[in-house]
């Protein structure tokens, strides 16, 4: 598998959502319940890792493992010092690490990557892909951009690399609708109590 070393984005994003798939995230329980949920959440994130090759499906080792990164990659994520966020992005980065090289993108650019080694675990090429997506974020922003959502009832963790720096939630689309409704439901509770005490 190939660790891009020209955009961290994708490292970043693949990170958020991996620790984002916990029980202690989601109210729903483990997003990872099973192998056959380890292989849609790859897919979901075109990642093709080399563990795989063959047309292999990830087993129950796979996922124990992958569930045990998403451990180690909360803990990378979570807010600290600037130097511990590098230490633990740096020793994801070198668990299946080979060599760095070129080779073309989609457009025909040719881009640098990192080549895990032909051993690695499907864990261990995910750990690769994030590493040096959270050291490309501490490169090219900042350690703050490592988050905790902003949602009160929300334990998530996320890598911020809008443009803008702007993202609270963990999963906007989740988090900020959620408290969207508790606020609107707060404000009609106050409403409607207000007008019973005005009769």
Not at 183 to 192: L, S, T
Request: charged share 25%.
């Amino acid at each position: 598998m190939k660790a891009s070393l020209d955009s961290y984005t994708d490292g970043a994003r693949l990170a958020t959502d991996l620790v984002n798939t916990s029980a202690r995230v989601r109210t729903a329980g483990d997003v990872l319940a099973d192998p056959d949920a380890l292989a849609r959440f790859l897919a979901e994130h075109d990642l093709e890792p080399a563990a795989l090759a063959g047309g292999r499906s990830p087993g129950h080792d796979d996922l124990e493992q992958v569930r045990q990164l998403r451990e180690d990659v909360r803990a990378a994520i979570e807010p600290g010092t600037e130097e511990q966020g590098i230490a633990d992005a740096t020793a994801l980065a070198a668990r299946a690490a080979g060599t760095p090289g070129l080779h073309r993108d989609r457009a025909g650019r040719w881009q640098w990557h990192l080549t895990t080694s032909p051993q690695a675990s499907l864990a261990d090429e995910l750990a690769v892909t994030i590493g040096m997506g959270l050291l490309g974020t501490l490169q090219a922003l900042n350690h703050d951009r490592f988050r905790r959502c902003a949602s009160p009832v929300c334990d998530g963790l996320f890598v911020d690399t809008s443009k803008s720096g702007r993202r609270r939630y963990c999963m906007p689309e989740v988090c900020g609708n959620r408290l969207n409704v508790a606020n609107h439901r707060a404000r009609q509770r106050a409403h409607a109590s207000g007008g019973r005490g005005r009769g």
